[in-house]
């Protein structure tokens, strides 16, 4: 009786089991975030067939480098590993909000709206500017238990999953920003290369 309590107890613990990282930066962060000019960062993911004990650990790896980095999106391919793996917290300053890992993330649909938003990222630091992309999508994806979910998303949620899934597929924001002179002149203040940039 005792032991299949325990037992059954543990597989609750299992079930409910999830990531669990502190946001205060690291001082030595476990990954090193690639930047443009990077080669490694133009790859192809790969999809994620088994959802184990090491992704949860790259997940948690990836969330203690974005935190460190004061991001609120990272994806694997931007600390040099080609898996279909992304993670987002839009709330980095509240230690109680639990961030999402998706894992293999696909849009199913988005909306013919659109908006234009400011976007950065990591592996771009300093540069910011205004990309066009639909306002909503529908997304499904595995948690980091593995489960299957699907998430309908708005705002700057739609926003950050749309600009990480581009980075499983070897695009940055910058390859979709309109204003070319812009572009060009924000690269090169932050000392990065226009040539750098793909058109797609
Ligand atoms: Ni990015």
Not at 75 to 83: D, E, F, H, S
Request: glycine residues 6%; proline residues 6%; aromatic residues 4%.
């Amino acid at each position: 009786m005792a032991g299949s309590f325990a037992q059954l107890a543990k597989k609750a613990e299992q079930t409910k089991a999830s990531i669990s990282v502190s946001k205060e930066p690291d001082q030595s962060p476990p990954l090193e975030i690639y930047k443009l000019g990077d080669e490694v960062l133009r790859n192809q993911a790969g999809r994620i067939s088994k959802v184990d004990v090491s992704i949860r650990d790259l997940a948690k790896d990836m969330l203690t480098s974005m935190y460190s980095a004061k991001g609120i999106g990272l994806a694997a391919p931007q600390v040099g590993i080609q898996k279909r793996i992304l993670v987002i917290d839009l709330d980095i300053e509240n230690p109680t909000t639990p961030p999402y890992v998706f894992i293999n993330p696909e849009i199913i649909s988005s909306s013919a709206s659109i908006d234009t938003y400011e976007e950065g990222c990591l592996s771009i630091p300093a540069v910011y500017l205004d990309v066009i992309r639909p306002a909503s999508i529908k997304l499904s994806y595995r948690d980091e238990m593995g489960r299957p979910k699907k998430m309908n998303a708005d705002g700057l949620m739609a926003r950050c999953i749309q600009h990480e899934i581009d980075h499983l597929n070897g695009v940055l924001f910058v390859d979709r920003v309109s204003d070319k002179d812009k572009l060009k002149n924000e690269l090169n203040e932050q000392g990065f290369h226009d040539k750098d940039v793909k058109s797609i």
